[in-house]
């Protein structure tokens, strides 16, 4: 049995306000099995996009980890909006969730895979 999305998703913003850090959900998808994607801003302005990754990258290991690969990375934040909508567009039970990580990098928060 998988954890739903919605319980994920609180678990994850009190990982972040955990950290220091400051952590909003920007969109509600399906509360049982919407995908999440994260965007990180730095505060240095930095922006980060993190999306479900490939099913390939299932880790029978850890059977119940949600893992997010990189999607993309740059300084204009309006361009990651613009990704979102298309995504939205696609699928509409996706869930966007922005954070500012604190003092605890996003990869402690976050299984991400580098394949």
Known sequence: MRVTTDLW???LVRRVFGASGFAAVVKR???EAG???VLSRGRM???ALYGPAPQT???SAKPDERFFTLLDTGEDGSAFDERLEREKK???DI???EIEAGAVPVEELLSVKTE
Request: proline share 5%.
């Open 9 to 11: 998703v609180s678990a």
């Open 29 to 31: 998808g399906a509360t």
């Open 35 to 37: 995908a999440v994607f």
């Open 45 to 47: 302005g930095g922006v």
């Open 57 to 59: 990258s299932y880790d």
């Open 90 to 92: 696609f699928d509409p």
């Open 95 to 97: 869930w966007v969730v």
